[in-house]
């Protein structure tokens, strides 16, 4: 008799916003194993693995401070037994929007955490990932939650969008190593770095929020949600897990969930 199917996901900014409603969806199935990172635990999490029988782990870590997460990482995989699992994916999904308004007007501090959540992170935990993985036998698969604004630039936003623009082109990057391995007959992992579409999360209150003078797109974010033009994080999962799942992941690196 052949072994049930087992796979591991592991999901940064798993406390809130999609990255919760990523934490759910995949908890609802028993032959999950999933692996959320964030500053906080979300308790939610815990009754409905129990439900469903899922496996549950979360670890409170503050992603601005990438390295040591990476490490913990890397020993953490190294101690599991990745052969029992059939798929091993990464989401990086945690990302930080400044408060709205020009580099001078924003505090240096904000800058810096922005780019080490939303491009640092994302880097190290690949890199841990697919060094601590290489060897298992399942299909390894890096998500990276991007933004339209990684591909088009936005007054008022521009730490988001260069974190988001360096986690496309390190997508593209790393699908470039990974078709290497496949041509010398090596394993390979599939990379793709995916827009989710706007999504109704405290980012987008953030924005919609924020003065006019600051940011000059701030009537088209407060649009959005007044024309009901949001999708809720659950739907969101949904698209971007059904995504995931698709035969040809990894055929187009840089994709948008609402042109699948």
Known sequence: MN???????????????????????LLASPEHQVLGIARRDNESLYGLAASTGSSLQQWRQDLAQPLPVAQALKQWLQAQSLDSFDTLTLINNAGVVTHPGAV???????????????AEAALLLSAAFLDACRQAPG????????????????????????????????SR????DEAHRASQG???????????????????QQLRSAAPAAFPEQPRFHALKTDAQLSSPAQTASAVLRYLARADFGEQVIADVREA
């Open 104 to 118: 001078q007007d924003t505090p240096l501090a904000e800058l810096s955490n922005a780019l080490r959540v939303g």
């Open 3 to 25: 072994s049930p199917k087992r796979h591991l996901y592991i999901v940064t900014g798993s406390s809130r916003g999609l990255g919760l409603a990523l934490a759910r969806e």
């Open 173 to 176: 990057a790393m699908a470039l």
């Open 186 to 204: 090596l394993a390979s992992a599939r990379i793709v770095s995916l827009a989710p579409g706007v999504i109704d999360t405290d980012m987008q």
């Open 139 to 170: 299909q390894l698969r890096v998500l990276n939650i991007s933004s339209g604004l990684g591909r088009r630039a936005m007054a008022g936003t521009a730490a988001y969008c260069a974190a988001k623009a360096a986690m496309d082109h390190l």
